[in-house]
C-alpha cells in the first residue's frame, strides 16, 4: 500500500465513502460561530453601559447635593440678620422668593429652639433635604435652614442618558453583529467546504480534495485531510486491485473445480458403465453356475465368487446413487404407505448378518402410516441400519418409530464406538470414514464412505430432516422424521404370504449388444422357465417381432446398443409394429449401467422402470414380475 505522504491533492479516481446524516451545514456554523463572537461583545457592552449609567447617577446626584448644599449656605447668610433683628415677615417674603427662583420644593427657617419662623409651604415631605445652621454676628448659632428638593432635573437627565447610552449600544451591536457573521464566514467556510467534500450530495457519494485556503490550523486541517484523501484513494485503488485478483483466482478454481467434476463424471461414467458390463455379466453366469451344481466344493467356490460380485455390486451402487442424486435424474414418488412393511424389509435383510457378526437386531413393530418415498426411504434406511452394524463390534441394533406433531420419527440407534463431536458434520462428505474398533468379518468390505453421503442428499431430496446424536464408547443415533399419512394404523391380521415370484412361461425379448450379458440372460431366463429370444440391437429385435405374431410379455432392453442406438429407440420401434397390428403396449425394462446426467434425465422423463448393472438374479425377476403387474393394472 502507498505509503501516507500530505501534499498536493491526488488526482487519482474518487474514493468511496459512506453516507452520513447532513443537516444546514453552513447556517447552521456561521451561526454558532457569530452567536460564539457575539456573546463577549454584548455582555461587555451591557456591563460598560450599567456601571457607566451608575456612576452617572452618582455624579449627578452629588452635583444636586453640592448645588444645594451652597444654597442653603448662601441663604443662611442672607437670613441671618433678618433672624436678628426679628424681621419674620421680610423673612417669609425672601424665602419664597428663593423657592421660586432656585425651584425649590420647600425652604424652612427655624429658629435655635427648632420653632418654624418661616415656611415656602411647597412640596412638603420632598426626598432630598439639606440642611445649614445661621449663626449671628458673634459667630453663635441662631438658627436652622432646611432646604427640600426633588430632584426632577437630575431624574431627567438621567433618562436622557439612558436613551443615549441603549441608542450606543443598539450601534454597537449592530456592528458587532455585522462584523461577528464576516468573520465567521470566513473562518467556517473551509470547515464547511471540508463537511461538503467528506458527505457530498447526491448518488456518488465519494470523496475529493478541497482547496488550501485557510490560515494556521485550518490550512492544516484542509491539508491534512487532501492528505487522507490521497491515502484513501491509494488504498481504494490497492484493494480493487487485490478483489481484482482474488476474483481471477478464483474464476481458476471454479474453473478447476469445474474440471475436476467434469473428470469425475467420466469416471464414473467409465467405471458404471464400461466395467459394469463384464461384471453384469459375471452376475449373470455365476448365478447360472449354481443349476443343477451338487459339489459342494464347486459350490462353496461359487458362494466365493458371488460374495466378491456382490461387494462389487455394492460398491457400483454406491457410486451411482451419488451420481443420479447429482444428476438430478432421481425424482420422488409421494405415496401413503405403512411403516411396519418397510420395518420388516430391513429386518429381513440385515437379521442374517447381524446375527453372523453377534449382534442383535431389534426393529419395534408400529402401526404408523407415512407419506413419503418408499424406495427412497427404503434406501436411507438400509444404509443407516447397514453403517450400524458394520461399525458395532457388541450389543445391537434398534430400530423404532414414534409420532410427533404430525410427523413420524423414525429412529436407528446403535451400541457402536461412537463418533467424535468434530466429525459429526464429515461423516455426510463423500468417501469419509470415521475410525472404527469394530472388527470386519471375513468376506465382509468396510464400503467407500459413500452410504450416509447418499442418505444426506436422499433425505435433502425428500425435504425429510436428518439428526445425529452420539457418545463416545456407548453408541450413535440417527433420527429422521417423515409426514405421517392420513391412515394411522395398519390393517388387522396377519399379513397375506406374498405368492412366489413364478416367471414361468414368459414371453422375453432381450436386448443387449455384449454377447456374454446377452448369452446370460438367456440361461438364466431359460433356467426360469421363460420363452426367450436375443437380439443385439434394433435390426435383430425387429427380426425377432415379426417372427412372433404376437408382443413378447416383456421387453428387457440395454440402454446403450452398438451404433450409438438407444435401447428407448427399439423399444419405440417395437411399439410402433405391435400397434400397428392391432396389439396393446407390452411390459419394458430397461437395463443400464449409464451415469451420464443427460441419459439418466432421459430414462427418467420416459418414465420406463429402470435396473442398473450388475443386477442380481433377484431384482431381476422381481422387476420383471413387478413391471407386468403393473401393466396388466393398468390395461
Given at each position: 500500500?502507498?505509503?501516507?505522504?500530505?501534499?498536493?491533492?491526488?488526482?487519482?479516481p474518487?474514493c468511496?465513502v459512506?453516507?452520513?446524516?447532513?443537516g444546514?451545514?453552513r447556517?447552521?456554523?456561521v451561526?454558532?460561530?457569530?452567536?460564539l463572537?457575539?456573546?463577549?461583545?454584548?455582555?461587555?457592552?451591557?456591563?460598560?453601559?450599567?456601571?457607566?449609567?451608575g456612576?452617572?447617577?452618582?455624579?449627578?446626584?452629588?452635583i444636586?447635593?453640592?448645588?444645594?448644599?451652597?444654597?442653603?449656605?448662601?441663604?443662611?447668610?442672607?437670613?441671618?440678620t433678618?433672624?436678628e433683628?426679628?424681621?419674620?415677615?421680610?423673612?417669609?417674603?425672601?424665602?419664597?422668593?428663593?423657592?421660586?427662583?432656585?425651584?425649590l420644593?420647600?425652604?424652612v427657617?427655624?429658629?435655635?429652639?427648632?420653632?418654624?419662623?418661616?415656611?415656602?409651604?411647597?412640596?412638603?415631605g420632598?426626598?432630598?433635604?439639606?440642611q445649614a445652621?445661621?449663626?449671628g454676628?458673634?459667630?453663635r448659632?441662631?438658627?436652622?435652614l432646611?432646604?427640600?428638593?426633588?430632584?426632577?432635573?437630575?431624574?431627567?437627565?438621567?433618562r436622557?442618558?439612558?436613551?443615549?447610552?441603549?441608542?450606543?449600544l443598539?450601534?454597537?451591536?449592530?456592528?458587532?453583529?455585522?462584523?461577528?457573521?464576516?468573520?465567521?464566514?470566513?473562518?467556517?467556510r473551509?470547515?464547511?467546504?471540508?463537511?461538503?467534500?467528506?458527505?457530498?450530495?447526491?448518488?456518488?457519494?465519494?470523496?475529493?480534495?478541497?482547496?488550501?485556503?485557510?490560515?494556521?490550523?485550518?490550512?492544516?486541517?484542509?491539508?491534512?485531510f487532501?492528505a487522507?484523501v490521497?491515502?484513501?484513494q491509494?488504498?481504494?485503488?490497492?484493494?480493487?486491485?487485490?478483489?481484482?485478483?482474488?476474483t481471477?483466482?478464483l474464476?481458476?478454481?471454479?474453473?478447476?473445480?469445474?474440471?475436476?467434476?467434469?473428470?469425475?463424471?467420466?469416471?464414473?461414467?467409465?467405471?458404471?458403465?464400461?466395467?459394469?458390463?463384464?461384471?453384469s455379466?459375471?452376475?449373470?453366469?455365476?448365478?447360472?453356475?449354481?443349476?443343477?451344481?451338487?459339489?459342494?466344493?464347486?459350490l462353496?467356490?461359487?458362494?466365493?465368487?458371488?460374495?466378491?460380485?456382490?461387494?462389487?455390486?455394492?460398491?457400483f451402487?454406491?457410486?451411482l446413487?451419488?451420481?443420479?442424486?447429482?444428476?438430478?435424474?432421481?425424482?420422488?414418488?409421494?405415496?401413503?404407505?405403512?411403516?411396519d412393511g418397510?420395518f420388516?424389509?430391513?429386518?429381513?435383510?440385515?437379521?442374517?448378518?447381524?446375527?453372523?457378526r453377534?449382534?442383535r437386531?431389534?426393529?419395534?413393530?408400529?402401526?404408523?402410516?407415512v407419506?413419503?418415498?418408499?424406495?427412497?426411504?427404503?434406501?436411507?434406511?438400509?444404509?443407516?441400519v447397514?453403517n450400524?452394524?458394520?461399525?458395532?463390534?457388541e450389543?445391537?441394533?434398534?430400530?423404532?418409530?414414534?409420532?410427533?406433531?404430525?410427523?413420524?420419527?423414525?429412529?436407528?440407534?446403535?451400541t457402536?464406538?461412537?463418533?467424535?463431536?468434530?466429525?459429526?458434520?464429515?461423516?455426510?462428505?463423500?468417501f469419509?470414514q470415521?475410525?472404527?474398533?469394530?472388527?470386519?468379518?471375513?468376506?465382509?468390505?468396510?464400503?467407500?464412505?459413500?452410504?450416509?453421503?447418499t442418505?444426506?442428499r436422499?433425505c435433502?431430496l425428500l425435504?425429510?430432516?436428518?439428526?445425529?446424536?452420539?457418545?463416545l464408547?456407548?453408541g450413535?443415533?440417527?433420527?429422521?422424521?417423515?409426514?405421517?399419512?392420513?391412515?394411522?394404523?395398519?390393517?388387522?391380521?396377519?399379513?397375506?404370504p406374498?405368492?412366489?415370484?413364478?416367471?414361468?412361461?414368459?414371453r422375453?425379448?432381450?436386448i443387449d449388444?455384449?454377447?456374454?450379458?446377452l448369452?446370460?440372460?438367456?440361461?438364466?431366463?431359460?433356467?426360469?422357465g421363460c420363452i426367450?429370444?436375443?437380439?443385439?440391437?434394433?435390426?435383430?429385435?425387429?427380426?425377432?417381432?415379426?417372427?412372433?405374431?404376437?408382443?413378447?410379455?416383456?421387453?428387457?432392453?440395454?440402454?446403450?446398443?452398438?451404433?450409438?442406438?438407444?435401447?428407448l429407440d427399439?423399444?419405440?420401434?417395437?411399439?410402433g409394429h405391435?400397434?400397428?397390428?392391432?396389439?396393446?403396449?407390452?411390459?419394458?425394462?430397461?437395463?443400464?449401467?449409464?451415469?451420464k446426467?443427460?441419459?439418466?434425465?432421459?430414462?427418467?422423463a420416459a418414465?420406463?422402470p429402470?435396473l442398473?448393472?450388475?443386477?442380481?438374479?433377484?431384482?431381476?425377476?422381481?422387476?420383471?414380475?413387478a413391471?407386468i403387474?403393473?401393466?396388466?393394472?393398468?390395461?
Open positions: 500500500m502507498s505509503a501516507i505522504v500530505p501534499g498536493e491533492p491526488s488526482s487519482s474518487e468511496p459512506l453516507p452520513m446524516r447532513r444546514d451545514t447556517g447552521g456554523l451561526r454558532t460561530l457569530a452567536r463572537a457575539l456573546l463577549p461583545a454584548i455582555v461587555v457592552g451591557l456591563s460598560l453601559a450599567a456601571v457607566m449609567h456612576m452617572q447617577y452618582r455624579e449627578l446626584q452629588r444636586g447635593e453640592d448645588g444645594d448644599l451652597a444654597l442653603a449656605g448662601q441663604a443662611a447668610v442672607a437670613v441671618a433678618m433672624l433683628r426679628g424681621d419674620h415677615d421680610r423673612l417669609r417674603l425672601r424665602m419664597a422668593g428663593m423657592s421660586q427662583r432656585h425651584g420644593a420647600r425652604i427657617v427655624m429658629d435655635a429652639d427648632g420653632a418654624v419662623l418661616a415656611d415656602s409651604g411647597i412640596g412638603a420632598s426626598a432630598y433635604q439639606t445652621e445661621i449663626a454676628v458673634d459667630g448659632r441662631i438658627g436652622t432646611r432646604i427640600e428638593n426633588e430632584r426632577r432635573p437630575i431624574a431627567a437627565a438621567q436622557s442618558s439612558l436613551f443615549t447610552s441603549v441608542a450606543l443598539l450601534l454597537l451591536f449592530s456592528v458587532a453583529t455585522a462584523i461577528a457573521w464576516r468573520a465567521a464566514g470566513r473562518i467556517g473551509p470547515i464547511i467546504e471540508l463537511a461538503g467534500a467528506i458527505a457530498p450530495r447526491g448518488s456518488g457519494r465519494v470523496l475529493r480534495p478541497v482547496a488550501v485556503t485557510g490560515k494556521d490550523e485550518v490550512r492544516q486541517l484542509q491539508e491534512g487532501n487522507t490521497a491515502a484513501l491509494d488504498s481504494s485503488r490497492y484493494m480493487q486491485r487485490q478483489i481484482e485478483r482474488a481471477l483466482e474464476e481458476r478454481k471454479n474453473a478447476a473445480l469445474e474440471t475436476a467434476n467434469q473428470a469425475r463424471a467420466r469416471f464414473l461414467a467409465a467405471a458404471s458403465h464400461d466395467l459394469r458390463q463384464p461384471l455379466a459375471l452376475t449373470l453366469f455365476s448365478s447360472a453356475l449354481t443349476l443343477g451344481e451338487k459339489d459342494p466344493v464347486r462353496s467356490r461359487i458362494n466365493h465368487i458371488q460374495e466378491c460380485v456382490d461387494s462389487l455390486d455394492h460398491l451402487n454406491s457410486l446413487d451419488l451420481s443420479r442424486l447429482e444428476a438430478g435424474a432421481m425424482q420422488p414418488a409421494i405415496g401413503e404407505f405403512a411403516l418397510l420388516d424389509e430391513v429386518s429381513r435383510t440385515f437379521r442374517m448378518g447381524a446375527e453372523q453377534g449382534l437386531l431389534i426393529v419395534r413393530k408400529t402401526d404408523a402410516w407419506r413419503c418415498d418408499r424406495v427412497m426411504l427404503s434406501r436411507i434406511l438400509n444404509n443407516l447397514c450400524a452394524i458394520r461399525y458395532t463390534a450389543g445391537g441394533v434398534l430400530i423404532a418409530a414414534r409420532c410427533r406433531a404430525g410427523r413420524i420419527r423414525i429412529d436407528v440407534w446403535d457402536g464406538p461412537g463418533i467424535p463431536p468434530e466429525q459429526h458434520q464429515r461423516v455426510f462428505e463423500e469419509f470415521g475410525h472404527s474398533h469394530a472388527p470386519v468379518p471375513p468376506g465382509e468390505r468396510r464400503g467407500l464412505g459413500l452410504g450416509l453421503a442418505v444426506q436422499l435433502a425435504d425429510v430432516p436428518i439428526a445425529l446424536k452420539s457418545r464408547g456407548r450413535t443415533l440417527f433420527a429422521i422424521e417423515v409426514p405421517a399419512a392420513a391412515r394411522v394404523a395398519c390393517h388387522e391380521g396377519d399379513p397375506t406374498e405368492p412366489p415370484l413364478d416367471v414361468t412361461g414368459l422375453v425379448l432381450a449388444d455384449e454377447p456374454a450379458i448369452e446370460g440372460l438367456r440361461i438364466l431366463m431359460e433356467s426360469w426367450v429370444a436375443t437380439a443385439a440391437d434394433g435390426v435383430e429385435a425387429m427380426r425377432v417381432a415379426r417372427s412372433w405374431p404376437i408382443p413378447p410379455d416383456i421387453v428387457v432392453s440395454d440402454l446403450q446398443l452398438g451404433g450409438g442406438r438407444s435401447g427399439v423399444i419405440r420401434a417395437l411399439q405391435y400397434r400397428g397390428k392391432g396389439f396393446g403396449d407390452f411390459a419394458r425394462l430397461l437395463i443400464t449401467g449409464e451415469t446426467h443427460e441419459r439418466l434425465r432421459e430414462i427418467s418414465r420406463i429402470v442398473y448393472k450388475p443386477v442380481t438374479p433377484e431384482q431381476l425377476r422381481e422387476a420383471m414380475m413391471t403387474a403393473v401393466r396388466q393394472v393398468a390395461a
